[in-house]
């Protein structure tokens, strides 16, 4: 297999992957692209690379941005802007799962939360607030443990990971 294969193949398989990550397949193939350059690339070549639509490049490149995956850069001597993405894994993954949490955990919480304020006056709502509180403690849980994980060193979960897997 080439290189151009290669890259090839890895852009794709970034963008089915997409989906367990809550993005879309295109906004991965272009986080794709961009991790895999060693140099900063224009929205024209991300739009030629990956042959779609100038609108969906600049979207997802907003889109990447905001998640705190890539940045952007002025090429020297020019107005063109430039965009790569950030290489450390450990902190691509810690923005993952800070965007996912903000996304779909959170308001989560805030239902649960509101939703610990109904009355037990009856079997059924004490059957409801048995479940909601079970479902809320232990999404609270979840929260305090991405809480920690989002804090820690790169080093701390290696070697935890590490050690589970031994």
């Given amino acids: 297999m080439d290189l151009q294969e ?4 890895f852009i794709e398989s970034w963008g089915k992957m997409a989906g367990g990550w809550g993005i879309s397949p295109a906004m991965a193939q272009v ?14 070549q991300v739009k030629s690379e990956l ?6 490049v600049s979207m997802n490149l907003r889109a990447l941005l905001d998640w705190g995956l890539i940045y952007k850069e002025t090429a020297p ?7 790569y993405a ?12 800070i965007n996912r949490k903000k996304r779909e955990l959170e308001p989560v919480l805030q239902v649960l939360d509101e939703l610990a304020g109904v009355q037990e006056n009856c079997p ?6 048995n479940v ?12 305090s443990t991405l809480d920690a ?13 590490l050690s589970m897997v031994r």
Avoid at 124 to 129: I, L, P, R
Avoid at 132 to 143: G, L, M, P, S
Wanted: with cysteine.
């Fill in 6 to 9: 290669g890259k090839q193949k």
């Fill in 31 to 44: 986080h794709a692209l961009l991790l895999i350059s060693p140099e900063p690339v224009s929205a024209e």
């Fill in 51 to 56: 042959d779609i639509s100038t609108g969906n």
């Fill in 77 to 83: 001597n020019c107005r063109k802007e430039l965009y």
């Fill in 86 to 97: 950030e290489k450390d894994l450990w902190t691509v993954i810690r923005q993952i799962i």
């Fill in 124 to 129: 059924q709502s004490q059957h409801f607030c």
């Fill in 132 to 143: 909601v509180n079970d479902i809320r403690k232990f999404t609270h849980k979840a929260n």
């Fill in 149 to 161: 994980l989002i804090k820690a060193e790169s080093h701390w979960l290696g070697g935890a990971f």
